[in-house]
């Protein structure tokens, strides 16, 4: 079966870009614009793993980590983010993955594959 | 005017706010009411170039002489001597004053000299001169030696004052950088946001471009367009992905590394854009360890930038030459191209963010790799040779040594 992303990001055309492209690349896509919508995306179960905005109004990446990582401990999440920065602070060595953004969705796709190929 | 209004004068001189210069002009005027004198000069002391300059002068008769070297004319005899106050004649012949040759006497035969000194410096001249011939008087001599001293107290409080203007000069600078740096701080926070709300409508941009190329074959009406959206949205990445490092500065993460290793990496990553400009690249590593404190990756963006800027200024064919070596206590990396060098017109600009000279360069590569150096408390130096190449060295110091490059 194909395992299912969920993007969280909050640029609308970040999220067409990342669904068309994972899609393409043999993924299913499930879309969230919010940190609070994401946490009930996942409720919903069958999320095989989170691609995390950090910089979102309302609640942000970070945030949506710490619950996550609390309530589904096995749920890998790769944080996503302008700031290269980001990689050494505010908890975020939590997550699975770290990926700087960027048009090119080359590096991000080969940590997704790496990351899912791992699990079961 | 008697002696004792002259001498009051003087003091009163002392507490004036004019101009030093006005002031010894004035003590000139006043000096030549005292007596048989026609003019009246002052040189200060010029300790840096060791000379006698002219401040004021008064009188008739030829033009004072600007300056006397250390050991010319009378002032020059003034210091030798050390003595306070000196008269002299002219000589029979009429050229020579006391066996020497002073321009400044001519049309005169007689002079007086005082040294302006107190204690613990001497800070010039008075250079009266006679055109007829004139007796000593005791008098006048003990007047003008209180002169004299009257007049060092008005150079003295003037350099005092001049150093209590710098100082407050200073103070308000300080200030105005303290101003200046919170606004610097609003503005890069300021800048943060846009960066920000910049990048990803610009990813999803170049992504999605990137993607209607698919869609788009090589030859369709168009193509052309979407080719030049690309490629100017992945430039705008490259500067702004710049200008976020520049922004930031996110921790160092310090550890224990060899730089033969960090610099054998980041010249690994360059193979093949040498190979495809036809550029060899020369290693000459010590085989010694070179035990650094560094964060690695942020100091592999260092090198990646030099080495990028070196290659970049070689077309085709070239070497580039990097090397490593213990100097005493410090670490030194020589990164060398055979690029013909930096335009000389250029060469103070190179490290300004944003100044470049490349059809798509940030001009942030340069800016990045000396705030990462500068922050291990290294420094980065240019050896640029006009018509062969540029040569950057980076010094750091060896792991548990402050060897001193920064203060
Ligand atoms: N090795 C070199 N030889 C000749 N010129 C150089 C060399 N290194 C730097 N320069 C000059 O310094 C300028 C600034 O360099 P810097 O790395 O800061 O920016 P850039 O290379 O122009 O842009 P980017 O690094 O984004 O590609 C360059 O445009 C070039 O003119
Ligand atoms: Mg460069």
């Known amino acids: 079966m194909k395992k299912r992303i969920l993007v969280v990001d909050d640029e609308e055309g970040l999220r067409l870009l990342y669904k068309e492209e994972l899609e393409e690349a043999g993924w299913e896509v499930t879309l969230a614009a ?51 920065h980001y990689k050494h602070e505010f908890g975020t060595w939590a997550s699975d993955a770290y990926v700087i953004k960027s048009s090119d969705l080359t590096e991000l796709k080969q940590t997704l594959k790496d990351i899912l190929g791992k699990k079961r | 005017m008697n002696l004792s209004a002259i001498i009051e004068e003087l003091g009163e001189l002392a507490n004036d706010g004019a101009p030093l210069t006005n002031r010894l002009q004035r003590a000139c005027a006043l000096l030549l009411e005292t007596a048989p004198f026609d003019q009246c000069a002052i040189y200060l002391w010029d300790s840096v170039n060791r000379a006698f300059v002219l401040n004021a002068s008064v009188g008739t008769g030829s033009a004072a002489i600007e300056t006397y070297g250390e050991d010319e004319g009378l002032p020059g005899r003034v210091k030798a001597s050390g003595k306070g106050l000196a008269a002299s004649k002219k000589d029979l012949s009429g050229t020579a004053i006391d066996g020497l040759i002073d321009a400044g006497m001519r049309g005169f035969s007689y002079a007086l000299t005082l040294a302006l000194r107190d204690s613990s410096a001497l800070y010039g001249v008075i250079y009266l001169k006679a055109v007829k011939k004139t007796r ?20 003295r409080g003037e350099e005092i004052n001049a150093r209590h203007r710098r100082k407050s000069a200073e103070l308000a600078e300080l200030q105005a ?41 090589q030859d369709a009406p168009g193509r052309l367009y979407l080719d030049q959206i690309t490629h100017e949205t992945v430039r705008l990445e490259k500067l702004i992905g710049g200008i976020i490092r520049c922004l930031h500065e996110s921790a160092l993460e310090l550890q224990s590394d060899d730089m033969n290793d960090i610099v054998s990496e ?33 100091m592999k963006i260092a090198f990646d930038n030099l080495i990028a800027n070196a290659l970049q200024s070689m077309e085709n064919s070239g070497t580039l030459t990097v090397s490593t070596c213990l100097d005493n206590d410090s670490i030194v990396v020589k990164v060398a191209d055979s690029g013909g060098g930096i335009d000389p017109r250029y060469e103070n600009y190179i490290f300004n963010p944003f100044f470049t000279t490349k059809k798509f360069g940030t001009g942030l590569g340069l800016p990045i790799a000396n705030a990462i150096v500068m922050r291990h408390k290294g420094v980065i130096e240019v050896d640029n040779n006009i018509g062969v190449g540029v040569t950057f060295t980076v010094k750091l110091c060896s792991e548990g040594i402050e060897c001193g490059l920064r203060a």
């Open chain 2, 136 to 155: 000593r008087n005791a008098a006048r001599d003990s007047a003008l030696t209180t002169a004299a001293a009257l007049i060092v107290s008005i150079i």
């Open chain 1, 34 to 84: 919010s940190g609070e919508e994401s946490l009930r995306r996942i409720e919903e179960g069958k999320i095989d793993l989170v691609l995390l905005d950090i910089k979102m109004p309302g609640m942000d990446g970070v945030e949506v980590l710490r619950h996550v990582k609390e309530r589904w401990k096995d749920l890998p999440v790769v944080l996503c983010t302008a700031y290269p």
């Open chain 2, 177 to 217: 950088r303290l101003i200046n740096s919170e606004k610097v701080m609003a503005l890069a926070d300021m800048a943060s946001n846009i960066v920000h709300e910049i990048k990803n409508p610009l990813l999803s941009i170049g992504g999605l471009a990137n993607r209607l190329k698919k869609h788009v074959p």
């Open chain 2, 266 to 298: 980041s010249i690994e990553l360059f193979r093949e854009d040498a190979m495809r400009r036809g550029v060899n690249i020369v290693k000459k590593f010590t085989d010694n360890r070179l035990p650094v404190r560094a964060d690695r990756e942020q």
